[in-house]
């Protein structure tokens, strides 16, 4: 639409940016001159710095409004905005917001200190490219009234945003998704068969299994001597197809769990052995198995096999992966999380195994960092964590949410035993960036070759029994999980 647009060009001289906008408030030009890494946004169509790149225009009525600060911790002005009759609908890392704003509220906000940017979200920023040649569109708005029957046959629901807004499926093509990407009601709209993979594991389905034990571990593990901390008091969420909570280095603890199956809970009860995959039971061991067996390779001193980095933390199960009768939203997901008391949530899948930029599941997986809970008054952050893609360590194999910037995104480094590389090595197991937006990826990495953990008792993934180190209770797995 006419009254929306964009001054990015692409290789044009910063001048010529800055001379086909419209002249800005002379405070914010200051703050714009001053922009760095911080005030770059990478939207699905390209990266964009909105003081340099981006017209501040006011709404006709109501729109969706791009609001930027200038620094970090600005809280302040976070405040002034709010109270401006402007609403808040969602954080974007790092420093900016969406609200929904009419242009007096607009105008307002652009005049506030500490405020770098505001103007319209423009349509060419909340449409994915991916929509050439879709059939099927994944919309999503930013409030729950909206109303999109009239430019659709039929609309499923998906879930809700953040903000109370839907996530939606439509039939539709690109020539839709332009029309939907105008509306002042929509965030993004992009074409939906990314959704497929939402139900999929991104780990040991797409790398080989080895069923090898680690060769040369460190011996005996102490948290609380390592760290000063072994998890006591925290709970700890696992997004995943499920776990056997019956393994006795899992049960010795608080246990709780959420279920999506048909059967309405009756496979996902606490002190239960319902894992039919077998994944989630080994991720929950790393994480926080005791070790109580005793089971290990006795050819190193104290080495326990189903021992975890925080083995006295507390464990909420959410078995939404690959047996969930329906697929709730990440902001759903994540809420659950934090409803259960959980300080973290662990998640070894994704809704997209390419790349995809700052798109929407990235946004929620942000968000949840910041406001886990918006149906609860305050922040209730949450510690998000994604062991990102395998990509056999291919550049830019990392999928989505890989590539958010609140989220914590983990890869596996090779284990380091004799006759293989070194343990300070990526694993090919793991993707790694570097992100759409240029940025680097991954956050982090730990070992992924070869990991000995719990193993369930039904489960068939994470199911081999190690051949050099048999263990009735434990098996090995590959994978940046």
Do not use: C, W
């Given at each position: 639409m006419s009254r929306v647009r964009s001054v990015l060009a692409a290789g044009v001289a910063a001048g010529l940016?800055?001379?086909?906008?419209?002249?800005?408030?002379?405070?914010?030009?200051?703050?714009?001159?001053g922009s760095s890494p911080l005030h770059e946004l990478p939207f699905a169509a390209g990266t964009v710095n909105p003081a340099l790149d981006l017209a501040s225009l006011d709404p006709v009525e109501h729109d969706l409004v791009l609001v930027q600060l200038a620094r970090r911790g600005d809280t302040a002005t976070v405040d002034a905005v709010d109270a401006s009759g402007a609403v808040l609908?969602?954080?974007?890392a790092p420093v900016s917001y969406l609200v929904w704003a009419d242009a007096a509220q607009t105008q307002a906000i652009r005049a506030f200190d500490g405020v770098r940017f505001a103007g319209v979200l423009a349509p060419e920023h909340r449409l994915n490219p991916d929509v050439a040649g879709a059939?099927?569109?994944?919309?999503?708005?930013?409030?729950?009234?909206?109303?999109?029957?009239?430019?659709?046959?039929?609309?499923?629901?998906?879930?809700?945003?953040?903000?109370?807004?839907?996530?939606?499926?439509?039939?539709?093509?690109?020539?839709?998704?332009?029309?939907?990407?105008?509306?002042?009601?929509?965030?993004?709209?992009?074409?939906?068969?990314?959704?497929?993979?939402?139900?999929?594991?991104?780990?040991e389905r797409t790398a080989a299994i080895?069923?090898?034990?680690?060769?040369?571990p460190v011996g005996a593990y102490d948290p609380a001597t390592a760290f000063g901390a072994d998890g006591s008091g925290v709970t700890v969420a696992v997004v995943d197809g499920g776990a056997d909570l019956t393994h006795p280095e899992l049960s010795n603890r608080k246990l709780t769990c959420t279920s999506y199956t048909p059967t309405l809970g009756a496979d996902c009860l606490a002190r239960s052995s319902d894992d039919a995959i077998g994944h989630g039971?080994?991720?929950?061991?790393?994480?926080?198995?005791?070790?109580?067996?005793?089971?290990?390779?006795?050819?190193?001193?104290?080495?326990?096999?189903?021992?975890?980095?925080?083995?006295?933390?507390?464990?909420?199960?959410?078995?939404?992966?690959?047996?969930?009768?329906?697929?709730?939203?990440?902001?759903?997901?994540?809420?659950?999380?934090?409803?259960?008391g959980a300080s973290v949530v662990q998640n070894s899948w994704g809704p997209s195994g390419t790349p995809k930029g700052y798109d929407e599941a990235t946004r929620q997986?942000?968000?949840?960092?910041?406001?886990?809970?918006?149906?609860?008054?305050?922040?209730?952050?949450?510690?998000?964590?994604?062991?990102?893609?395998?990509?056999?360590?291919?550049?830019?194999?990392?999928?989505?949410?890989?590539?958010?910037?609140?989220?914590?995104a983990m890869g596996g480094s090779k284990s380091g035993r004799p006759g293989a590389t070194s343990g300070d090595d990526l694993c090919t197991c793991s993707a790694h960036g570097p992100n759409l937006d240029g940025s680097r990826l991954v956050?982090?990495?730990?070992?992924?070759?070869?990991?000995?953990s719990t193993r369930a008792a039904h489960g068939t993934l994470c199911g081999v029994p190690s051949q050099e180190f048999p263990s009735p209770l434990h098996a090995t797995c590959t994978g940046t999980s």
């Open positions: 940016l800055i001379a086909a906008a419209p002249a800005l408030p002379s405070g914010q030009s200051a703050l714009a001159a609908l969602q954080p974007l059939t099927a569109l994944r919309v999503t708005t930013t409030l729950p009234t909206s109303d999109l029957t009239a430019v659709a046959d039929s609309v499923t629901t998906r879930g809700f945003t953040r903000g109370g807004g839907l996530v939606l499926t439509m039939p539709g093509d690109a020539r839709l998704a332009r029309v939907l990407a105008a509306r002042p009601d929509v965030y993004s709209v992009a074409a939906a068969d990314d959704l497929v993979g939402l139900d999929a594991l991104r780990d080895v069923a090898q034990g680690v060769k040369n039971t080994h991720v929950s061991g790393i994480v926080l198995g005791d070790g109580s067996t005793g089971i290990g390779d006795g050819r190193i001193g104290g080495y326990r096999f189903g021992r975890g980095v925080a083995p006295g933390a507390d464990l909420h199960i959410q078995n939404a992966i690959n047996v969930a009768a329906s697929t709730p939203s990440i902001t759903a997901l994540f809420q659950t999380s934090a409803r259960a997986a942000d968000a949840a960092v910041r406001d886990a809970d918006p149906g609860t008054p305050g922040n209730q952050q949450l510690g998000v964590v994604f062991s990102i893609m395998n990509g056999s360590g291919g550049t830019s194999t990392q999928g989505a949410p890989d590539e958010g910037k609140n989220i914590l956050d982090l990495v730990a070992p992924g070759q070869g990991v000995m």
